[in-house]
């Protein structure tokens, strides 16, 4: 609403300094008005529908894409092997398309390759696996400085298998899931000297594995 003091050629407009001027206002309302004008160009945008994005489907035994799929390269049956492994995977692993661990998975009976996923293990939660670390029978695969060549390594006789943990994880991970879990640094250490990352650990060992 204007309204035209007496005695004066200037318009004021209510709740506006005096100093403003029409143009001013005019300018102002223009502004405005082009800028609804680009809010309901971006409203229409909101009933156009989204298509959800679909995964390639995935083989169900070695969780590869289909098209590049490993079964017919794997054992028909089982591998009859003595040593139960236990692997340790971090989470960031388990959203790769292309991992190791259901190669390795799908190679071996069930009871002889556990996967556990996870950072933190406690031995409340994962009585197990606490067990199994307190074994004399347990061996973990990690490049620490007490570490064991795999390779050299001088096995008990009187013991009829033997369990392995394995860290599945990028090197940072790996070495972060070993020293803040107090029970992976109970069974003794081993590595293979060709081993290069902590997330080649399960690939690699698949073919070394008795």
Same mark, same amino acid.
């Given at each position: 609403?204007?309204?035209?003091?007496?005695?004066?050629?200037?318009?004021?407009?209510? #709740?506006?300094?005096?100093?403003?001027?029409?143009?001013?206002?005019?300018?102002?309302?223009?502004?405005?008005?082009?800028?609804?004008?680009?809010?309901?160009?971006?409203?229409? +945008?909101?009933?156009?529908?989204?298509?959800?994005?679909?995964?390639?489907?995935?083989?169900?035994?070695?969780?590869?894409?289909?098209?590049?799929?490993?079964?017919? +390269?794997?054992?028909?049956?089982?591998?009859?092997?003595?040593?139960?492994?236990?692997?340790?995977?971090?989470?960031?692993?388990?959203?790769?398309?292309?991992?190791?661990?259901?190669?390795?998975?799908?190679?071996?009976?069930?009871?002889?390759?556990?996967?556990?996923?996870?950072?933190? +293990?406690?031995?409340?939660?994962?009585?197990?696996?606490?067990?199994?670390?307190?074994?004399?029978?347990?061996?973990? $695969?990690?490049? #620490?400085?007490?570490?064991?060549?795999?390779?050299?390594?001088?096995?008990?006789?009187? $013991?009829?298998?033997?369990?392995?943990?394995?860290?599945? #994880?990028?090197?940072?991970?790996?070495?972060?899931?070993?020293?803040?879990?107090?029970?992976?640094?109970?069974?003794?250490?081993?590595?293979?000297?060709?081993?290069?990352?902590? #997330?080649?650990?399960?690939?690699? +060992?698949?073919?070394?594995?008795?």
């Amino acid at each position: 609403k204007l309204e035209m003091a007496s005695g004066e050629d200037k318009f004021y407009t209510v #709740g506006l300094p005096a100093s403003t001027s029409v143009s001013t206002v005019q300018e102002e309302n223009t502004d405005l008005t082009s800028r609804l004008e680009e809010n309901c160009g971006l409203l229409e +945008f909101a009933d156009l529908s989204v298509e959800a994005v679909q995964r390639r489907p995935t083989c169900s035994r070695c969780s590869r894409p289909q098209k590049v799929c490993l079964c017919s +390269f794997l054992p028909v049956q089982p591998l009859n092997i003595s040593t139960c492994l236990y692997i340790v995977q971090h989470p960031a692993e388990e959203s790769r398309v292309l991992r190791t661990v259901p190669l390795l998975a799908a190679c071996l009976p069930p009871d002889k390759c556990k996967v556990l996923i996870g950072r933190r +293990f406690n031995e409340t939660r994962y009585l197990e696996l606490a067990e199994v670390c307190r074994s004399p029978n347990t061996l973990i $695969l990690y490049p #620490g400085a007490e570490a064991a060549n795999l390779e050299e390594l001088a096995l008990d006789p009187s $013991l009829a298998s033997y369990n392995l943990i394995i860290i599945d #994880g990028t090197w940072s991970q790996a070495k972060d899931m070993f020293y803040r879990n107090d029970i992976f640094r109970l069974p003794k250490q081993i590595l293979h000297a060709t081993i290069c990352k902590a #997330g080649d650990v399960a690939h690699h +060992f698949k073919c070394h594995v008795h």
